[in-house]
């Protein structure tokens, strides 16, 4: 595994990504709840072939972070731009280049799973030969074939996070942001969904988030870890320190 995390920040590294436009960048994101609790001035830029793992315990802000990322929630200072989109000037443009899997994937239970993917594929604007065409990708990259005519709500939850993550890419979006994606999914599920993440990593930029430090140096070319709703480090995910930095930041 260590050699495969090398050989995927190699490529993050080697690519000149560095010297282009993030596909992704926000600066100074904050968002108090009406609890007071929340984010606070979190910024972030993701390139082409990023995979970078938002850390931290129950509560740090992943989600809070992950859902102004994808245009759910409006910060109360800050900014997002997603391949060059505004999020608050063009939020139509930029939210079209983002795919979403929420904590909980966002499945209609009654649908076949080949039905909820028309649905999903019309939301976001395809139709026709293009639909059919990513579908039918998408069937077999998520490794849905065998259940493609089940109905959602019979699936297990390894399944489910599968068709979720398919509704998330069926735009073939430059950012997909994935919320604890791993999250209940045994061991062999856990392995099946690493490799669907390193596999649609080469071409676009994920951020997912976990509580887990060897999730995310397991796939990831960088760790962003969050602590009580701020940035406490930005890293190479192949850096010795991490585990250092982490027990740090949260002791
Ligand atoms: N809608 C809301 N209203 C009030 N407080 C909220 C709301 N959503 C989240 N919070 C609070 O904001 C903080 C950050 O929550 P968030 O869900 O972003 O954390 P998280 O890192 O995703 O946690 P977990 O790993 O448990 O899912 C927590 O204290 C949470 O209770």
């Known amino acids: 595994m260590a050699l495969h995390t090398k050989s995927l920040a190699d490529a993050a590294d080697t690519s000149g990504a560095r010297n282009t436009t993030p596909l992704l960048e926000a600066q100074g994101l904050t968002l108090r709840h009406s609890d007071a609790t929340g984010i ?75 039905e909820y993917l028309t649905l999903t594929g019309r939301i976001r604007g395809l139709k026709g030969k293009r639909l059919k065409t990513r579908q039918l990708q998408l069937i077999e990259q998520c490794a849905l074939g065998d259940v493609q005519r089940k109905i959602i709500g019979t699936l297990s939850k390894g399944f489910r996070q599968r068709v979720g993550l398919a509704q998330a890419l069926i735009h073939e979006p430059a950012v997909v942001l994935l919320d604890e994606p791993a999250n209940g999914l045994d061991p062999q599920q856990m392995d099946g969904m690493r490799k669907l993440i390193s596999d649609i990593g080469q071409q676009q930029a994920i951020l997912f988030s976990t509580h887990l430090l060897s999730e995310a140096t397991a796939i990831c070319n960088r760790v962003a870890i969050i602590h009580e709703g701020k940035l406490v480090a930005d890293r190479p995910a192949n850096g010795d320190d991490l585990q250092q930095i982490f027990q740090g930041a949260i002791s």
Do not use: E, H, W
């Open 40 to 114: 606070s001035d979190i910024s972030l830029s993701l390139y082409r072939g990023d995979i970078v793992g938002l850390l931290g315990l129950n509560g740090a802000g992943k989600s809070t972070t992950l859902r102004i990322l994808c245009g759910v929630l409006v910060p109360d200072q800050g900014s997002v731009v997603i391949n060059g989109q505004s999020m608050s000037d063009n939020p139509l443009q930029a939210r079209a280049q983002v795919g979403f899997l929420p904590d909980q994937p966002p499945l209609y239970d009654d649908m076949r799973v080949c």
